[in-house]
């Protein structure tokens, strides 16, 4: 399996070759020159299969240069009950990503069991692996430099504590997150783990973090990378669940079901298009946005109109607060019938500051077989929508998956189960939860106190300069 650029002009590469890289040189995005089809027989037998096995049989068919028993070894470590214990009361942790009914033909189905209670683990947890198998073989370190405002850092971190060959500098605005988000990210004491919190806001934390990555001669010296959703294989790990949703929704093969996603970046999603690409049967892909909105308007309208940083709105769903969405440019690659000069030439519009409609192209017209439907949610909804699912169903739901359930309800249809995706835990968002119920939600037990824990974070101001000496330090070290 070889890899392109969306914007076609990269050389084709393998696996572990875009895995520690981000963008193609090109400005593009890689994705697979094709995507391999599962046969009927195949989704048969794969149906039985714990997730670990599934996801071997999956990865296996876009990663050709690990060994499979190698590759087995690095899922079968990262997929383990252990990993993904935190699941509601009487689901079984073994399944990684259970399935709640909340009534016939509607469910949720459980991402947010790992480490840092959101779905993000799932791949990230995968990716610490990976990254630490490729860099070992080559003999190589890896310095991660990214910026957070909360669910992506702690992920990152999580994922890649303790692992050799791989540091990783954090930034994050001073004073700005939640006290449980600074818990999770600043009682890390690995000392592969740096925490940097900038006196500004997460915009300053993103400009640092692309002033220093634009300096060709300090990235080569110091090997610095990045973790962020454009990763392809963060992509590829969440097909994974797609395929686990359905089977547990269903009872035969055939059967088709619709999968709501709570969407920002279009990352979680997109893995949903590939799913349904590889043959999955996929009725409906329903994208909740929340006030932030720039894909439901392009889902519903054709255009694509990216925002500016003053134009994008802080709302109680947070991890869902974007501009524009990253990942958006390879579903779009494939709309457009993979022409990459197409692609190229709606993203010089873009990246001008422009936008884009193909409402009136030819490739509008295909629009419906890639089964995409959208909506909206907005804080009002939200609420409405944790207070309903909690007296209704007794389940206690955090205010992105309510996003989803919002816009989920409204693309129900009968027959056709729908399986809403559960991004993170209510414990992440309490003040939400506390407005919506009045009451707080609970916590797994051993993240009970975690604001008490000792912190390790060095304070900084927001400049490129202070930043890179305190790489450079460390490195020295
Ligand atoms: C990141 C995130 C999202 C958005 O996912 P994308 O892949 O960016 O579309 C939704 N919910 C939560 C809780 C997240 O952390």
Redesign the pocket.
């Known amino acids: 399996m070889r890899y392109l650029s969306t914007r076609g002009g990269a050389t084709p590469q393998s696996f572990c070759d875009i895995l520690l890289g981000g963008l193609a040189p090109d400005g593009g995005l890689f994705v697979p020159e094709s995507y391999p089809r599962v046969s009927t027989q195949e989704l048969a037998e794969w149906r039985k299969l714990p997730y670990a096995a599934l996801a071997l049989r999956i990865l296996a068919k876009f990663i050709d240069d690990i060994p499979p028993p190698e590759l087995a070894a690095l899922i079968d470590r990262t997929y383990t009950a252990a990993n993904f214990r935190h699941c509601r009361p009487g689901r079984d942790a073994a399944e990684i990503t259970p399935l709640t009914t909340l009534e016939e033909g509607f469910h949720l189905l459980e991402l947010s069991n790992g480490p840092t209670l959101?779905?993000?683990d799932i791949a990230m947890q995968l990716l610490g692996n990976l990254f630490e198998y490729v860099l070992e073989k080559r003999g190589e370190t890896l310095n991660i430099l990214g910026a957070t405002s909360g669910?992506t850092g702690s992920a990152a971190e999580y994922a890649m504590r303790g692992k050799k060959g791989v540091r990783v500098f954090m930034l994050s605005p001073h004073g700005k997150m939640s006290p449980f988000q600074r818990a999770q990210m600043y009682s890390l004491q690995d000392p592969n783990i740096i925490n940097i919190a900038i006196r500004g806001m997460f915009d300053d934390c993103q400009d640092i973090v692309k002033a220093i990555a634009a300096d060709a001669d300090f990235k080569t010296r110091y090997k610095i990378g990045a973790v962020n959703?454009i990763n392809w294989a963060r992509v590829l790990a969440q097909t994974v669940y797609y395929f686990k949703g359905y089977f547990a929704a269903t009872e035969q093969d055939g059967q088709e079901v619709a999968f709501a996603v709570?969407?920002?970046?279009?990352?979680?999603?997109l893995a949903g298009h590939i799913a349904h690409m590889m043959g999955l049967p996929i009725a409906r892909l329903v994208l909740a946005t929340n006030e932030n909105d720039v894909l439901d308007e392009f889902f519903r309208t054709g255009r694509y109109r990216p925002r500016s940083a003053q134009d994008t709105f802080v709302t109680s769903s947070p991890?869902?607060d974007i501009s524009k969405a990253s990942n958006f440019e390879r579903f779009v690659f494939d709309l457009v019938g993979r022409d990459a000069t197409v692609v190229r030439s709606l993203w010089r519009a873009v990246e001008q500051g422009g936008d884009f409609d193909l409402s009136q192209t030819p490739y509008w017209q295909r629009m419906p077989s890639y089964r995409f439907v959208s909506g909206k949610s907005v804080h009002a909804d939200r609420v409405a929508t944790i207070r309903e699912t909690w007296s209704r169903y007794g389940v206690m739901i955090d205010p992105?998956t309510a996003d989803a359930v919002k816009v989920a309800q409204h693309w129900r249809e009968s027959g056709v189960p729908m399986i809403v995706l559960e991004?993170?835990q209510p414990a992440k968002f309490a003040e939400t939860i506390q407005e919506a119920l009045g009451i707080s939600p609970s916590r797994p037990q051993e993240l009970v106190g975690i604001e008490d824990l000792p912190q390790r974070v060095l304070v900084c101001e927001a400049d490129a300069g202070a930043v890179r000496r305190i790489i450079e330090k460390t490195c020295a070290e």
């Open positions: 959101a779905f993000k669910d959703s709570p969407s920002g970046n279009f990352g979680n999603i991890s869902m992105h991004t993170a």
